[in-house]
């Protein structure tokens, strides 16, 4: 047990007065090295911590400390880990899923937000906070007719702070590009990394899809669309180094595989690629048990593992430990080694999250699109 | 004007302790104007107001990065010319940086081997020697597109980038000494060599910092051993002003270099050898009169088998 609760029990049932000092004295969830705490105050019948890690159970219960109102768990997490999570309260028949209540740390996603457990050695990287020295770049809203599509689609355009049109840039497309904005701060990580050199200058499409499961999921129509409709209004809108290896396709879960499904059908139109927790669903043999939306994944995953060719000369690819995705991005990686391709693979004690795929921004992008840095003797 | 013999003071970073002033105050360099080129800032050219707190000499910025984009927005031809050298640039430095990897790892490995000494140390000069070999056919196929280049463009064929190298020539007689500020190191080089400064330079006194130190010798080498996606080998991006043979200036080695391993930094000096790695770190100095040393301090060079040793003046 946590030392702190240790001491509160240690003379016997406390009470309030003392329970309520020890909530706003402490830090929740209690990390103490490898071991954390959990701690739900409050009246149920039953608790359960539900943080969704592939190789711990769903749902961890909670033990009423007697005489108290206090619910608690401890999970051992490795050095470095950051979980989310929320608590399952039973109450009076009725069960809801809550955040953490004594728990300001918070991580949002287009499903809503978890509570946050950073786990002993972790701390979110200061490049990914607004930093009010680095010059911000700007987003436009631009309008796209797509032939593909036969319609037209919304994407927003980053352009760096020192942006000047007589300079051409890399282009980085990003697929579920706003989410990228909202939840893993990616123009406060482009402005950062690009103050610090460690990125060039560069003009980033984000890309949404109203559709995503199916148009990311190794549709031809999309591949379609970012190379007949995305890059020739890109390039007629901006000024782009006209190259493959100044093109970066960047996705994470079915944005992952929408990234290496165009450059798979479309070789020599993307240097590199950024791949977070692609949704690499494959089978070697039988059916797959992802469910009917993975189906279309799987069809093309059996297909590029059969055929991979060269989708790109540089990949960078990462994947969070504790999701179960880790086992397919695993064994993806010797498949492009064995064609070639430049790889770099880095595994990080997560799971599917945003902020999981925000804190391996620097080391992608920098490795795919290295910065000026190198060239720059203050 | 120009001084009998001139003087090249160099300088590490000026972050975080600015020694700019007290160099300047022991070099011999008089209290009259100078000229200050800070094309290596880039968009930031010219906002030279700190510096010119720190001096008595009066500064006056000759714009070369700015006024070589106008010349760029006046001269489309020429432009495109540009762009056009510098993709083949970029491409040939990939070309050289794919072959150069797969050496550094041999050569790395050699010097890390045991065995029998003498075939040992008969592999690890010839790995070495194969570097050599990529280095100097680089640099000969980097000199080829400049020349492509200057061919088209050099020695007045182009009559605004001539007006231009005849404004700066001009603008520049008035000055015995110019400043070259730390920066962008190949931005530098690239907009010297454009209006041919880099020629009009070698009878001016020179103070330089970092990038603008890097700048006079023979060769540009880049290095940083700490980049956030992991070390990088050295790589030689073109030949320098050549104002200071057979030196090879390494700016923040404490920040850039991984300088207690000690075979990186051995196979770095010995690549580079007969010429001498000096450091340039934040408090350095370096005078040389002519190619004469006369003074330094904190300034390091590095040995043969990767360590630093002082550098003492002459």
Same mark, same amino acid.
């Given at each position: ?18 329970? &309520?000092?020890?909530? !706003? ?20 019948? =039953? ?39 929320? #608590? ?42 607004? &930093? ?46 706003? &989410? ?14 690009? +103050? ?28 379609? *669309? ?15 180094? &006209? ?17 290496? +499904? ?37 069809? #093309? ?53 945003? =902020? ?23 | ?20 002033? %007290?160099?300047?105050?022991? %070099? ?43 010349? *760029? ?5 020429? +432009? ?103 920066? /962008?190191?190949?931005?530098?080089? /690239? ?8 020629? @009009?330079?070698? @009878? ?21 051993? !700490? ?61 040389? =009169? ?5 003074? %330094? =301090? ?17």
């Amino acid at each position: 047990m946590n030392p702190a609760l240790r001491k509160l029990l240690r003379k016997g049932t406390p009470n309030p007065a003392d329970i &309520d000092a020890i909530v !706003r004295e402490l830090d929740f969830p209690l990390v103490d090295g490898p071991d954390v705490t959990f701690v739900f105050r409050g009246t149920a019948d =039953e608790v359960y911590l539900r943080c969704w890690i592939s190789g711990l159970d769903t749902a961890q219960p909670f033990q009423s400390l007697p005489g108290t109102d206090l619910w608690v768990t401890t999970i051992e997490l490795p050095k470095g880990s950051r979980i989310e999570y929320k #608590f399952d309260v039973v109450a009076g028949g009725t069960r809801e899923l809550i955040l953490d209540p004594l728990n300001d740390v918070i991580a949002h996603d287009p499903f809503g937000a978890n509570s946050v457990c950073q786990g002993f050695g972790y701390e979110r990287p200061e490049w990914t906070l607004y &930093d009010p020295e680095a010059r911000a770049g700007s987003l436009q809203n631009l309008q796209l007719d797509s032939s593909v599509f036969q319609e037209s689609r919304e994407i927003q355009v980053y352009l760096p702070a020192t942006f000047r049109s007589n300079r051409r840039y890399p282009l980085l497309i990003v697929h579920d590009g706003v &989410d990228y904005l909202n939840y893993a701060d990616l123009k406060a990580v482009l402005d950062n990394l690009t +103050h610090r050199l460690e990125i060039p200058s560069v003009i980033a499409a984000l890309i949404q899809s109203p559709d995503r499961l199916k148009e990311y999921g190794g549709d031809d129509r999309h591949a379609a *669309f970012l190379v007949k409709d995305l890059l020739p209004f890109m390039n007629d809108t901006y000024p782009l180094t &006209d190259a493959a290896d100044a093109r970066c396709l960047m996705g994470a879960s079915f944005g992952g595989v929408a990234s290496l +499904h165009a450059a798979w059908r479309y070789p020599d139109q993307f240097g590199s690629l950024l791949l977070q927790s692609g949704s690499f669903a494959f089978s070697d043999i039988g059916r797959h048990r992802r469910g009917p939306v993975f189906d279309p994944v799987v069809r #093309f995953m059996n297909e590029f593992r059969e055929q991979p060719g060269r989708p790109a000369d540089r990949i960078y690819m990462s994947c969070g430990m504790y999701e179960s995705l880790i086992y397919e991005n695993r064994s993806l990686v010797p498949h492009l080694q064995d064609k070639g391709v430049e790889l770099r693979f880095e595994e990080a004690r997560d799971a599917h999250n945003w =902020e999981n795929w925000r804190d391996r921004l620097r080391t992608g992008l920098s490795w795919l699109m290295p910065g000026p840095a190198w060239m720059v003797y203050e | 004007m120009s001084p009998d013999i001139p003087l090249r003071l160099l300088l590490g970073p000026q972050h975080p302790v600015v020694n700019l002033d %007290s160099a300047l105050a022991r %070099s011999g360099i008089g209290d009259g104007p100078i000229g200050v080129i800070s094309a290596a800032w880039q968009e930031a050219e010219a906002d030279i107001d700190a510096v010119q707190r720190l001096v008595q000499n009066p500064l006056s910025d000759l714009r070369i990065y700015q006024r070589t984009d106008a010349l *760029f927005a006046a001269d489309k031809r020429l +432009h495109e010319a540009y762009r056009l050298r510098q993709d083949r640039l970029i491409e040939q430095q990939r070309l050289y940086r794919m072959r150069l990897k797969h050496l550094m790892v041999a050569a790395r490995q050699t010097l890390r081997t045991a065995g029998d000494s003498a075939v040992v140390a008969a592999e690890r000069r010839h790995a070495i020697s194969q570097l050599r070999a990529l280095d100097r056919h680089h640099l000969g196929q980097v000199e080829k597109i400049h020349s492509h280049f200057d061919s088209t463009f050099g020695a007045g064929s182009d009559a605004p980038l001539s007006e231009y190298a005849a404004a700066i020539e001009e603008e520049l007689s008035r000055f015995e000494t110019v400043l070259i500020t730390g920066g /962008n190191v190949i931005v530098l080089m /690239n907009r010297l060599r454009l209006c041919g400064l880099d020629r @009009q330079l070698q @009878q001016k006194n020179i103070i330089g910092w970092s990038a603008g130190a890097m700048v006079l010798c023979d060769h540009i080498v880049l290095f940083h051993d !700490r980049m956030p996606q992991g070390r990088r080998d050295p790589e030689i991006v073109g030949r320098g002003m050549g104002l200071l043979p057979g030196l090879v200036l390494l700016p923040d080695t404490k920040g850039r270099l991984r300088t207690k391993d000690l075979v990186r930094t051995g196979l770095f000096s010995r690549r580079f050898a007969p010429a001498t790695c000096m450091t340039l770190d934040n408090g350095s100095l370096l005078l040389f =009169e002519g190619q004469t040393l006369r003074d %330094s =301090e904190s300034a390091k060079r590095m040995t043969r088998d990767g360590k630093f040793r002082r550098v003492r003046a002459a």
